[in-house]
């Protein structure tokens, strides 16, 4: 039971690591297209609220949902090799 609470622990701060570079590497790529978008339709205005208000909505959108799948699609894996290798 230890060695299991010791593979949990370890995976989720492993898990969580990879998420947090993941989405700081997905809204810098987001941001880089934002100013990429602005710099070419030549936009009156401010840049720097265009580029918030870009974020913001990238913010609720399903890409930053779905960054989420790298905790449910790990654990659920080695959730299902468990009971396989387990209990069937």
Excluded: Q
């Amino acid at each position: 039971m230890f060695a299991f609470l010791r593979l949990a622990v370890i995976g989720l701060i492993v898990l969580t690591v990879v998420y947090v570079c993941l989405s700081f590497y997905s809204r810098a790529v987001r941001r880089g297209k934002l100013e990429a978008e602005w710099d070419e339709t030549g936009r009156d205005g401010d840049r720097d609220a265009f580029i918030e208000e870009g974020l913001r909505d990238y913010d609720g959108s399903l890409r930053r949902k779905l960054i989420l799948g790298v905790y449910i699609i790990p654990i659920t894996l080695v959730a299902a090799l468990v009971y396989f290798t387990n209990f069937h």
